[in-house]
């Protein structure tokens, strides 16, 4: 959470989230966005953070049958914000997440649940996690991206789709990047201002 705090913009007020219901994301958000309400002389002064106004924060608890095999219920708990307000905004599910999980999961050994190839080394987790980020963002052209195109051959009109990857969507580059390309790229180290 200090990390989205300090990289995404979003030094007051945290980002509207959803979760599941494992997980200190309550916690977490009261130890970097929380503040400690103002002493008004009466009694002790106040020593605990409490949530602010404009949070909005939702979780997903999903139960399952007592083999685990099956949902067997879906319930929503607003912890933070008013509940219609939050649901309209974050939406009662958890499927962005779970589908970026999914998609590291797949791309990258080393997230896979109940496996040997677990990272033993946090520098090695980082750099694979480092790796799958490149891969997916530079040279996998998704299906949701593509751009149509319309060709037209001897009087008939075909639709084909240029291939978009998520860099080439933002505006980083014009094209789907090779692995090879990925490899033989130098970046140069940015330069730290220490100032």
């Known amino acids: 959470m200090s990390q989205l705090k300090d990289r995404r913009g ?6 509207a989230m959803a979760s599941d219901g494992k997980g ?10 929380g503040e400690v309400p103002e002493y008004r002389g009466r009694g002790r ?14 979780q997903v608890i999903k139960k399952k049958s007592r083999a685990g095999r ?12 008013q509940p219609q307000e939050v649901i309209d905004n ?23 649940r109940k496996t040997l190839s677990y990272s033993k080394q946090l520098e090695a987790l980082e750099a694979s996690c480092a790796w799958e980020d490149w891969v997916y963002n530079l040279s996998r052209p998704l299906k949701t991206l ?11 009109q075909r639709r084909r789709w ?16 090779t692995v090879t390309e990925l490899l033989s790229t130098v970046i140069p180290p940015q330069l730290i201002n220490t100032k």
């Open 10 to 15: 979003h030094p007051d007020v945290p980002p």
């Open 24 to 33: 200190g994301y309550r916690e977490a958000l009261l130890q970097t966005w």
């Open 45 to 58: 002064p106040p020593t605990v953070k409490r949530p602010q106004p404009g949070w909005q924060y939702l």
């Open 70 to 81: 099956r949902l067997r219920e879906v319930s929503i708990k607003v912890v933070y914000g």
């Open 90 to 112: 974050v939406g009662a599910h958890t499927a962005y997440v779970e589908r970026t999980n999914l998609s590291s999961r797949q791309m990258n050994g080393r997230l896979v």
């Open 146 to 156: 593509a751009v149509e195109l319309e060709m037209r051959t001897e009087g008939q």
């Open 162 to 177: 240029k291939p978009v990857s998520p860099a080439m969507a933002a505006g980083l580059t014009d094209h789907v990047w």
